[in-house]
């Protein structure tokens, strides 16, 4: 019993040991430009229609939301007032 739990101890250890992560040596400020460049590379960037028509999208949605939340807090804010005065 104590050889099996002798074993489990170690390969626990081992495992321990294999998920601490190694330090990896830093590149310099030059390799990581270069890198960033290429990867903006590969990046689909959008159209200006398609910039466009994204941006009239979300301000659309933004001014609709805006209201509906603000109407919903209209409608509270006289439900709670005349509830208030109704019990006084």
């Known amino acids: 019993m104590r050889r099996l739990q002798a074993k489990e101890e170690e390969r626990a250890k081992r495992r321990r040991k294999e998920k601490t992560p190694q ?12 890198e960033v460049r ?15 028509t994204y941006t009239v999208v979300v301000f659309s949605v933004t001014t609709v939301l805006t209201l509906v939340i603000f109407g919903m807090d209209w409608v509270f804010n006289r439900g709670v007032f005349w509830v208030i005065e109704q019990l006084t």
């Open 23 to 34: 330090k990896k040596q830093r590149t310099g400020i030059r390799q990581y430009l270069r």
């Open 38 to 52: 290429q990867e903006l590379k590969k990046v689909a960037w959008p159209s200006r229609q398609e910039l466009t």
